[in-house]
Protein backbone atom coordinates (compact mmCIF):
# COMPACT_ATOMS: atom_id res chain seq x y z
CA UNK A 1 0.00 0.00 0.00
CA UNK A 2 0.95 3.59 -0.48
CA UNK A 3 2.77 5.28 2.25
CA UNK A 4 0.24 8.23 4.31
CA UNK A 5 1.03 10.93 6.62
CA UNK A 6 -1.81 11.66 8.67
CA UNK A 7 0.18 15.16 10.83
CA UNK A 8 -1.71 17.48 13.56
CA UNK A 9 -0.54 20.31 14.75
CA UNK A 10 -1.43 22.23 17.97
CA UNK A 11 -1.86 25.73 18.96
CA UNK A 12 2.02 25.61 20.25
CA UNK A 13 3.04 25.81 16.64
CA UNK A 14 -0.10 27.52 15.50
CA UNK A 15 0.21 30.20 18.14
CA UNK A 16 3.35 31.44 16.99
CA UNK A 17 4.19 32.90 13.20
CA UNK A 18 7.58 31.95 13.23
CA UNK A 19 7.07 28.57 14.02
CA UNK A 20 4.01 28.37 11.64
CA UNK A 21 5.74 28.95 8.52
CA UNK A 22 8.70 26.68 9.50
CA UNK A 23 6.37 24.12 10.27
CA UNK A 24 4.44 24.23 6.94
CA UNK A 25 7.51 24.92 4.63
CA UNK A 26 8.50 21.38 5.86
CA UNK A 27 5.29 20.10 5.99
CA UNK A 28 4.87 21.20 2.15
CA UNK A 29 8.34 19.66 1.81
CA UNK A 30 6.74 15.90 2.51
CA UNK A 31 6.71 13.88 -0.58
CA UNK A 32 3.58 11.76 -1.38
CA UNK A 33 0.21 11.20 0.37
CA UNK A 34 -0.31 14.01 3.41
CA UNK A 35 -2.98 14.91 5.35
CA UNK A 36 -2.85 18.08 8.13
CA UNK A 37 -5.14 18.30 11.14
CA UNK A 38 -4.82 21.36 12.76
CA UNK A 39 -6.51 22.98 16.35
CA UNK A 40 -6.68 26.98 17.10
CA UNK A 41 -8.21 26.91 21.05
CA UNK A 42 -6.02 30.06 21.85
CA UNK A 43 -6.85 32.21 19.09
CA UNK A 44 -10.35 31.67 19.58
CA UNK A 45 -10.32 32.20 23.39
CA UNK A 46 -8.38 35.26 21.91
CA UNK A 47 -11.04 36.71 18.82
CA UNK A 48 -13.96 35.68 21.66
CA UNK A 49 -12.69 38.03 24.08
CA UNK A 50 -12.59 40.92 21.54
CA UNK A 51 -16.21 40.23 20.50
CA UNK A 52 -17.79 39.80 24.11
CA UNK A 53 -17.76 36.00 24.27
CA UNK A 54 -16.08 34.05 27.22
CA UNK A 55 -14.31 31.31 26.95
CA UNK A 56 -15.35 28.31 29.59
CA UNK A 57 -13.46 25.23 30.55
CA UNK A 58 -14.27 22.43 32.80
CA UNK A 59 -11.22 19.99 33.41
CA UNK A 60 -9.40 21.56 30.70
CA UNK A 61 -12.61 21.21 28.13
CA UNK A 62 -14.10 24.11 26.20
CA UNK A 63 -17.63 24.07 27.08
CA UNK A 64 -19.40 24.83 23.65
CA UNK A 65 -22.48 27.26 23.71
CA UNK A 66 -24.18 28.61 21.13
CA UNK A 67 -21.84 31.52 20.60
CA UNK A 68 -19.07 29.82 21.15
CA UNK A 69 -19.60 27.28 18.21
CA UNK A 70 -20.39 30.11 15.92
CA UNK A 71 -16.81 31.74 17.47
CA UNK A 72 -15.22 28.33 16.64
CA UNK A 73 -17.11 27.89 13.44
CA UNK A 74 -15.08 31.00 12.48
CA UNK A 75 -12.16 30.48 13.58
CA UNK A 76 -11.24 26.99 13.07
CA UNK A 77 -13.06 26.65 9.90
CA UNK A 78 -12.43 29.69 8.19
CA UNK A 79 -9.65 32.08 10.13
CA UNK A 80 -6.81 29.79 10.85
CA UNK A 81 -8.09 26.78 8.11
CA UNK A 82 -7.59 29.43 4.95
CA UNK A 83 -4.43 30.91 6.49
CA UNK A 84 -3.15 27.49 6.63
CA UNK A 85 -4.16 27.15 3.00
CA UNK A 86 -3.09 30.26 1.57
CA UNK A 87 0.30 29.68 3.42
CA UNK A 88 0.24 25.92 1.75
CA UNK A 89 -0.03 27.44 -1.81
CA UNK A 90 2.77 29.88 -1.51
CA UNK A 91 4.57 26.74 -0.82
CA UNK A 92 3.63 24.85 -4.31
CA UNK A 93 1.08 22.80 -1.87
CA UNK A 94 -1.63 22.32 -2.89
CA UNK A 95 -3.67 22.04 -0.19
CA UNK A 96 -7.60 22.26 0.12
CA UNK A 97 -9.47 23.35 3.29
CA UNK A 98 -11.98 21.46 4.88
CA UNK A 99 -14.10 20.58 7.82
CA UNK A 100 -15.81 17.16 9.03
CA UNK A 101 -19.04 18.65 7.49
CA UNK A 102 -17.50 18.54 3.67
CA UNK A 103 -18.13 15.56 1.85
CA UNK A 104 -20.12 14.41 4.82
CA UNK A 105 -16.34 12.88 5.78
CA UNK A 106 -16.68 13.23 9.71
CA UNK A 107 -20.85 12.42 11.45
CA UNK A 108 -20.58 12.74 14.65
CA UNK A 109 -22.81 12.89 18.05
CA UNK A 110 -23.42 15.45 19.84
CA UNK A 111 -22.04 13.99 22.98
CA UNK A 112 -25.02 13.65 25.73
CA UNK A 113 -25.17 15.86 28.80
CA UNK A 114 -24.21 14.13 31.75
CA UNK A 115 -22.47 15.34 34.91
CA UNK A 116 -21.39 18.36 32.83
CA UNK A 117 -23.18 19.31 29.40
CA UNK A 118 -20.34 20.45 26.95
CA UNK A 119 -22.77 21.44 24.84
CA UNK A 120 -22.17 21.47 20.85
CA UNK A 121 -19.46 19.09 21.28
CA UNK A 122 -19.29 15.95 18.58
CA UNK A 123 -18.50 12.41 19.87
CA UNK A 124 -16.78 10.26 16.35
CA UNK A 125 -17.61 7.05 16.01
CA UNK A 126 -14.81 5.53 13.84
CA UNK A 127 -17.05 3.01 11.53
CA UNK A 128 -19.36 5.90 10.30
CA UNK A 129 -16.43 7.81 8.70
CA UNK A 130 -16.48 8.15 4.96
CA UNK A 131 -13.28 8.86 3.52
CA UNK A 132 -13.92 7.82 -0.32
CA UNK A 133 -13.81 11.91 -0.61
CA UNK A 134 -10.42 11.89 0.82
CA UNK A 135 -9.01 9.06 -1.20
CA UNK A 136 -10.27 11.15 -4.39
CA UNK A 137 -8.22 14.38 -3.10
CA UNK A 138 -5.15 12.37 -2.22
CA UNK A 139 -5.30 10.45 -5.81
CA UNK A 140 -5.82 14.06 -7.44
CA UNK A 141 -2.75 15.31 -6.18
CA UNK A 142 -4.67 17.74 -3.06
CA UNK A 143 -3.97 17.84 0.44
CA UNK A 144 -6.63 18.11 3.01
CA UNK A 145 -6.42 20.06 5.65
CA UNK A 146 -8.80 19.67 8.16
CA UNK A 147 -10.36 21.71 11.08
CA UNK A 148 -11.55 20.13 14.13
CA UNK A 149 -15.18 20.34 12.92
CA UNK A 150 -17.82 17.56 12.63
CA UNK A 151 -21.51 17.29 12.19
CA UNK A 152 -24.36 16.07 13.54
CA UNK A 153 -26.08 15.21 10.38
CA UNK A 154 -29.38 17.26 11.20
CA UNK A 155 -27.14 21.01 9.85
CA UNK A 156 -25.15 21.00 12.97
CA UNK A 157 -21.79 21.68 13.35
CA UNK A 158 -19.59 20.44 16.21
CA UNK A 159 -16.50 21.08 18.11
CA UNK A 160 -14.32 17.79 18.28
CA UNK A 161 -10.84 17.27 19.68
CA UNK A 162 -8.32 17.91 16.80
CA UNK A 163 -6.48 14.91 18.34
CA UNK A 164 -9.42 12.61 17.84
CA UNK A 165 -10.45 13.71 14.29
CA UNK A 166 -6.19 13.11 13.16
CA UNK A 167 -6.79 9.62 14.97
CA UNK A 168 -10.00 8.81 13.60
CA UNK A 169 -9.30 9.52 10.32
CA UNK A 170 -5.74 8.01 10.43
CA UNK A 171 -7.78 4.62 11.68
CA UNK A 172 -10.32 4.69 8.38
CA UNK A 173 -7.57 5.38 5.97
CA UNK A 174 -5.66 2.63 7.39
CA UNK A 175 -7.75 0.06 5.19
CA UNK A 176 -6.21 1.67 2.27
CA UNK A 177 -3.05 3.33 3.23
CA UNK A 178 0.34 2.44 5.36
CA UNK A 179 -0.72 5.18 7.78
CA UNK A 180 1.69 6.86 9.92
CA UNK A 181 -0.19 8.65 12.42
CA UNK A 182 1.80 12.14 13.84
CA UNK A 183 1.39 14.18 16.91
CA UNK A 184 3.50 17.54 16.61
CA UNK A 185 3.64 18.78 20.22
CA UNK A 186 6.10 20.63 22.15
CA UNK A 187 7.95 17.97 23.22
CA UNK A 188 10.87 15.69 20.84
CA UNK A 189 8.93 12.89 22.27
CA UNK A 190 7.96 10.57 25.40
CA UNK A 191 10.91 11.16 27.66
CA UNK A 192 11.73 8.81 30.06
CA UNK A 193 13.07 11.49 32.42
CA UNK A 194 10.66 14.18 32.13
CA UNK A 195 13.39 17.29 33.78
CA UNK A 196 15.71 16.06 30.49
CA UNK A 197 14.50 17.09 27.06
CA UNK A 198 17.08 14.48 25.50
CA UNK A 199 15.60 11.24 27.31
CA UNK A 200 13.63 10.74 24.44
CA UNK A 201 12.15 6.69 24.13
CA UNK A 202 12.56 6.35 20.41
CA UNK A 203 10.65 3.12 20.78
CA UNK A 204 7.59 2.13 22.41
CA UNK A 205 5.75 -1.30 22.05
CA UNK A 206 3.10 -2.84 24.17
CA UNK A 207 5.97 -4.75 26.05
CA UNK A 208 8.32 -1.60 26.54
CA UNK A 209 5.25 0.35 28.11
CA UNK A 210 4.40 -1.92 30.57
CA UNK A 211 8.26 -2.07 31.70
CA UNK A 212 8.10 1.97 31.94
CA UNK A 213 4.58 1.59 33.91
CA UNK A 214 5.99 -1.43 36.03
CA UNK A 215 9.49 1.17 37.02
CA UNK A 216 6.81 4.55 37.12
CA UNK A 217 9.14 6.43 34.11
CA UNK A 218 5.83 7.65 32.38
CA UNK A 219 5.03 11.25 33.67
CA UNK A 220 0.39 11.45 34.13
CA UNK A 221 0.33 14.10 31.73
CA UNK A 222 1.85 12.06 28.91
CA UNK A 223 -0.45 8.73 29.38
CA UNK A 224 -3.71 10.06 27.53
CA UNK A 225 -1.14 10.36 24.32
CA UNK A 226 0.14 7.18 25.21
CA UNK A 227 -3.33 5.25 25.50
CA UNK A 228 -4.73 7.35 22.13
CA UNK A 229 -1.20 6.36 20.49
CA UNK A 230 -2.04 2.30 21.39
CA UNK A 231 -5.57 2.89 20.75
CA UNK A 232 -4.88 3.93 17.28
CA UNK A 233 -2.54 0.73 16.45
CA UNK A 234 -5.07 -1.49 18.05
CA UNK A 235 -7.58 -0.41 14.93
CA UNK A 236 -5.37 -0.86 11.92
CA UNK A 237 -2.87 2.60 11.95
CA UNK A 238 0.78 0.32 11.12
CA UNK A 239 3.03 3.45 13.56
CA UNK A 240 1.99 6.23 15.70
CA UNK A 241 4.67 9.06 16.19
CA UNK A 242 4.76 11.78 18.57
CA UNK A 243 7.64 14.25 18.69
CA UNK A 244 8.40 18.17 17.78
CA UNK A 245 7.42 20.23 15.37
CA UNK A 246 10.77 21.12 14.27
CA UNK A 247 11.53 17.34 13.45
CA UNK A 248 8.77 16.66 11.10
CA UNK A 249 10.72 15.84 7.98
CA UNK A 250 13.43 13.78 10.01
CA UNK A 251 9.98 12.03 11.70
CA UNK A 252 8.77 11.05 8.05
CA UNK A 253 12.04 9.02 7.29
CA UNK A 254 12.66 5.54 9.20
CA UNK A 255 15.50 7.40 11.26
CA UNK A 256 12.95 8.93 13.67
CA UNK A 257 13.35 11.42 15.79
CA UNK A 258 10.72 11.42 18.30
CA UNK A 259 8.94 8.47 20.04
CA UNK A 260 7.48 5.94 17.25
CA UNK A 261 4.99 3.34 18.23
CA UNK A 262 4.75 -0.09 16.86
CA UNK A 263 2.17 -2.94 17.47
Not at 52 to 63: C, D, V
Not at 105 to 124: H, N, Q, S
Not at 192 to 200: F, G, K, L
Request: aromatic share 6%.
Amino acid sequence: MQKLFVIKIGGNVIDSEAALQSFLTDFAAIEGNKILIHGGGKIATKLGEQLGIESKYINGRRITDDATIDLVTMVYGGLVNKKIVAQLQSKHCNAIGLTGADGNIIPATKRPVKEVDFGWVGDVEGSALRVESVRLLLDGGLVPVFAPLTHDGCGHILNTNADTVASSLAVALSRFYDVRLIYCFEKKGILENVDDDNSVINIINKKIHQQLLSEQKLFAGILPKIDNAFAAIDAGVKEVLVGDARDLIQNTTEKTIGTLFIN
